[in-house]
């Protein structure tokens, strides 16, 4: 299977930059499998699609203010027209599990940071490479600090996606994570979840559908492009997740499982095949890689936001959807001007 089989056409205006001043006011669009069709429908009109008795899946994981920009240690910044000396941006995807001051991270520009070098950080944070992967790919090592995850959020900013055209801003610390974010770790929000507010989430509970959180902490997995024209060669980067006890119990007596995003998907399906038959409490890494021809055996609906093209989020909605109804309804997304990606609207699998 080609990766040039999962493209689509999108105007660069669809792709939304901004926040809705209500999270639950976006558009969905609901793909039915079973009659091979589609219909536009609002977030709000959620509840209606689920019954007494599912389980709603969340991925409850918070994202870190995990991009920093900083300067070589020993290289004066000079900016011109054609050149900036010393300066380095930093995207932290993961702790190293047995160093916590060391951490996976994505760096610019990847060709000038060598093992040993030392970056400066603002507030007195500093870093040094110590090792070197491929495509910006470093391990740094951060000098200690009483609290390293309050400075991180003093001095770091928000991780928004390449396709939102902006810095940060304040709104973004608070509307670029869920209302449930609780266990910190993410690169990048589980962007489905956005859309929901409190009182969304007590209407679905007050109609006996159960909310169950787990965690997939967002990184480089979820994000990193397919650069084989096989899909089938493509390897996901790991990322790390949690099943507790109590959500597998949960997830166990669950009847329809209504993932929410497609790192809730990975997660249920690593999980599931993790322990066999049912669910059981656990936590590691997965790098699952889902596509058209994979067999789901724990989730039966998804709610998601709209993917890029050529993506494995896009591969893992073909695969539940169906290649061409998913590229079909996509196309009717852009005719009707939905609104794409991270801060845009979302699509109802059932």
Partial sequence: MLVSDFDYDLPEELIEQTTLADRAASRMLVIDRAAGTWYDRAFTDLPDYLERGDTLVLNNTKVL???????????????SKSDITGLVEVLLLKRVSDEPNRWEALARPGRKLRVGEEIQFPG???????????RGLRVIEFAP????????????????????????EVADHERYQTVFASRAGAAAAPTAGLHFTPEVLERIKSQGVRPVEITLH?????????????????????????????????????????A?????????????????ASFKAGAGETSIFIYPGFEFRAVDALLTNFHLPRSTLIML????????????AYEHAVRERYRFYSYGDCMLIV
């Fill in 260 to 276: 929410v995003g497609t790192t809730a998907v990975r997660t249920l399906e690593h999980g599931i095949r993790e322990a066999g």
């Fill in 145 to 168: 600090v009483p609290d390293f995850d309050a400075m991180l959020s003093r001095v770091g900013h928000m991780p928004l996606p390449p396709y939102i055209k902006r810095s940060d």
């Fill in 317 to 328: 909605v073909a695969a539940l959807a169906g290649r061409e109804l998913t590229l079909a």
């Fill in 218 to 258: 967002v990184g480089r997995g979820t994000f990193q492009p397919v650069e084989v024209e096989e899909i089938e060669r493509h390897k996901m980067h790991s990322e790390q997740y949690e099943i507790s006890a109590e959500a597998a119990s949960a997830l166990n007596e669950a009847g329809r499982l209504v």
């Fill in 124 to 134: 007195g944070l500093e870093g040094t490479i110590v090792d070197r992967g491929e």
């Fill in 65 to 79: 203010s995990a991009r920093l920009f900083g300067r070589r240690a020993g290289v004066h910044a000079t900016t």
